[in-house]
């Protein structure tokens, strides 16, 4: 019988957020996978858990899962951990989950810490609807991309950002998105555990004369649906009717379909359309 995967969660700070469920594993598995093995040691020795490690990270992720992935189907259970909080959460354990499942070895999550969610629920923010970008890409095409995507989005999100690019990111957040809510974490389940509620412009002003100092997770308003709504109406009310009219027939509508959508965009019945195109 080929073994098992286990995404094993461990603590963002606090060590009194693991959980026995996670320990119990850790001692009972044949290997255990972490991000920095000589960072995760130090958890293993306070937990008293004398399992074998070996190395997993975003540089090795391919190979060593393939290697992973040999040693399951020979029936050897491996336990993913990462530095700190869940495995595969922006990180190359996704990668490792992928090839487990391609190769129908059964995985399974051990929930505990997430430093994105813990966030969110300090953040006095929208929680109901939310995504996750993580870091933003290096690459400036792609960041940029990423960015106008964000600028419409109308769920809370979440990013993580290093102390060293934070000023810089709150300027492109400013630019693109203009000044919303923000919720500014760090330290998160630690002594000097920071929650700031403020906007981008206060933290701007914050960080431009202040070192930011620590990992940060910034939870940013999404825009509102009644902003997208008035958006998108200021955008066909500057269309003359005949523009509107072949924006939709160049989507593929008929005319009639075409008249019914303008009439809804602009708020109007769909026999005004038809007389002021009848008149023309």
Not at 68 to 75: A, D, I, P, S, Y
Not at 84 to 111: F, M, Q, Y
Not at 158 to 186: D, F, S, W
Request: net charge negative; aromatic share 6%.
């Amino acid at each position: 019988m080929p073994g098992m995967l286990y995404l094993c969660a461990t603590p963002i700070g606090n060590l009194g957020d693991m959980t026995q469920r996670v320990i119990e594993t850790l001692r009972s598995v044949d290997l255990i996978a972490a991000e920095d093995t000589r960072n995760s040691i130090k958890l293993l020795n306070h937990f008293e858990i004398k399992t074998s490690m070996t190395s997993y990270h975003e540089y090795n992720k391919v190979e060593k899962a393939d290697y992973l992935v040999g040693l399951m189907r020979q029936g050897k259970n491996v336990a993913l951990i990462t530095d700190a909080g869940t495995p595969a959460i922006s990180d190359p354990g996704e990668v490792l989950v992928a090839k487990c499942h391609e190769a129908g070895i059964t995985v399974t999550s051990l929930p505990g810490a997430a430093a994105c969610i813990t966030a969110l629920t300090l953040s006095g923010l929208g929680t109901r609807r939310f995504c996750f970008e993580a870091f933003l890409p290096a690459d400036k095409k792609e960041r940029a991309e990423i960015l106008e995507e964000l600028r419409e989005e109308s769920r809370t999100i979440i990013l993580y950002e290093a102390p060293h690019h934070l000023v810089k990111t709150l300027q492109e957040l400013n630019e693109v998105m203009g000044n919303r809510r923000l919720t500014l974490c760090r330290e998160l389940t630690k002594k000097f555990e920071t929650v700031l509620p403020t906007t981008i412009e206060e933290a701007l002003g914050t960080y431009e004369s202040e070192e930011p100092r620590g990992e940060y997770v910034l939870v940013l308003e999404g825009k509102s649906l009644e902003q997208k709504r008035q958006e998108r109406q200021a955008s066909w009310e500057s269309m003359s009717i005949e523009e509107h009219m072949e924006y939709y027939e160049k989507e593929g509508m008929d005319e009639k379909s075409a008249m019914k959508q303008v009439a809804k965009d602009r708020g109007v019945p769909k026999r005004e359309i038809y007389q002021y195109l009848l008149s023309k």
